[in-house]
């Protein structure tokens, strides 16, 4: 099964994304490939396909890092591209939330001796809005990205189900924040 640990966005933050971001951007990014709302996640770490068997010791990790962490709050930002806005592959809106950071980096390295392969890329959290088939330079508007803060309470471990139509997610457990 392929699996990876996330924080998930309120509803309601989520539908203001759509409306006040992804409407916006819509009619004027026509090559972009449109993720759904209710699959847009904060990804902590994606571990890929994964034996099955392998299922509790991924868990006893995701839990030993959430008993580290306290609930707290994280807000969106900014909307950026990955690699850049020049050629972009990945369209997001970013979080600002120094707790998420640390908690990917304690996730690095649980995971790390059952031999997953720590991401060599800077943590960046984000929710994906659209994937571009051929980059092109994006220029984006001005846009009023929802700051609100919202609450960081749980992480997820999350079952990704691909189809034609896009990716399935499924919460397979849910880990408290409570150190």
Do not use: C
């Amino acid at each position: 099964m392929r699996l990876f640990v996330a924080v998930d966005v309120p509803e309601e933050l989520k539908a203001r994304v759509e409306s006040e971001i992804v409407e916006v951007l819509r009619p004027k990014l026509p090559g972009a490939r449109w993720t759904r709302p209710e699959g847009r996640h904060l990804t902590l770490k994606f571990l890929g396909n994964v034996d099955d068997d392998r299922r509790a010791d991924i868990e006893a990790v995701v839990a030993d890092v959430a008993s580290l962490h306290e609930r707290s709050e994280a807000a969106f930002e900014q909307v950026g591209a990955f690699p850049d806005l020049r050629r972009p592959r990945v369209l997001w809106v970013g979080v600002a939330s120094e707790t998420l950071a640390r908690v990917a980096a304690d996730l690095e390295s649980g995971f790390e001796p059952l031999g997953f392969e720590r991401e060599d890329r800077p943590f960046r959290g984000h929710l994906t809005l659209a994937r571009f088939p051929k980059p092109a330079r994006v220029e984006l508007p001005e846009l009023e990205v929802p700051a609100e803060p919202f609450v960081v309470g749980e992480l997820i471990l999350f079952r990704s189900q691909l189809h034609p139509k896009g990716a399935r997610y499924t919460a397979l457990r849910r880990f408290a924040l409570d150190a």
